[in-house]
């Protein structure tokens, strides 16, 4: 009987560190990678980490949310340590503003067209930046401004890329359906 209340304990204040922590961690680790696989892996791996190493030995830091920081950048780097390095470093997309679209016509037009399995399959098929901008705004609600102060880039740069990766995912749409001569602007 003790030792189940021990673990209900336990179980509730992992339950309230997860909680607590999930949203700005998630954020931290994504702009840290840039690949939302491997921002949920790694994720999995530190909270994992935490239960076992903190919250099962009954320790407690002193900020719940600066230590599960630190045990993930020592995740992110062991975690590229076991990989072939990506050379996906190209960005070419701030060399110049192209005319950027009303952000309710070009999303509305883009995602009233596709079903979520859909965008997603071509949400992958994207580069690793253009794909981390569109996780940032969709998945995190995250605001073109904190976007840019997260990549440490010009917010307007952190715009046309999501711009361009909205016209590329509506291209990459028609294609699959065979209309890639029409609606292309």
Known sequence: MVDTMANK????????????????????????VSQLSDTEDILQNVYTDFYRYVI???????????????MADHEIGRFYARREPNNDLSDD??????????????????????????????????????????????????TFREIAESLKQN?????????????KLKQMYLESIGESGKDSE
Do not use: C
């Open 9 to 32: 304990a336990q179980e509730d204040q992992f339950a309230a560190v997860y909680k607590a922590t999930f949203t700005p961690l998630s954020k931290h680790v994504f702009f840290k």
């Open 56 to 70: 099962l030995k009954r320790r407690k830091p002193e900020n719940d949310l600066a230590y599960l920081i630190q």
């Open 93 to 142: 997309e701030s060399d110049g503003m192209d005319s950027i679209a009303d952000e309710n016509d070009l999303e509305q037009e883009v995602f009233d067209r596709i079903g979520r399995e859909d965008l997603w399959s071509l949400v992958k098929r994207l580069k690793s930046s253009e794909t981390q901008v569109l996780v940032a705004h969709f998945r995190y609600d995250m």
């Open 155 to 167: 917010e307007s740069t952190v715009k046309l890329r999501y711009y361009r990766s909205l016209r």
